[in-house]
């Protein structure tokens, strides 16, 4: 316990464990969809056949599997910067995919239904993150 400088008691926000297990069941999820049903997985999303190889998507679930071992991992941590790390890492992946898919489909010319669905999941996904991990990150009040 020498040299620790973090309190002991970290005071979670109601819901932030069982916010981070869903996220880690549904990263693992997608990322084992994307490796094995990697042009079902695409043609879901943009109602299209993947004419190229499907290499691409099997690389997005590759990352998707490396961002589903944080969350594990974060799930079982008692650190708050690990919890915070986990939930900053999360928020750029949404973000990060919401420009991708809304360029993807500009380029495209096309808006399916399943696309939109999954835009505005990822818009609902980043909110509840940044702000677990805003509230994760203010300081105590002083009693």
């Known amino acids: 316990m020498l040299g ?5 008691a970290v005071r979670e926000p109601i819901g932030l ?10 990263f693992t999820l997608m990322a084992v969809t994307a490796l094995v049903f990697p042009n079902q997985l695409y043609e879901l999303v943009f109602e ?3 004419f190229t190889t499907s290499i691409s998507v099997r690389l997005y679930g590759a990352a998707l599997l490396s961002l589903a071992v944080i969350m594990w991992n974060g799930l079982y941590t008692a650190e708050k910067v690990i919890m915070q790390w986990t939930l900053l890492s999360e928020a750029c992946y949404f973000a990060v995919q919401f420009l991708v898919t809304c360029i993807t489909l500009m380029e495209m ?4 239904n399943a696309a939109m669905l999954l835009l505005l999941s990822r818009v609902l996904f980043f909110v509840v993150t940044i702000a677990y991990y805003y509230h994760l990150g203010r300081k105590p009040k002083k009693i």
């Open 48 to 50: 299209e056949e993947l």
């Open 109 to 112: 010319g096309i808006l399916p």
């Open 17 to 26: 464990r069982v916010w981070i297990l869903i996220s880690a069941v549904g």
């Open 4 to 8: 620790n400088e973090l309190k002991f």
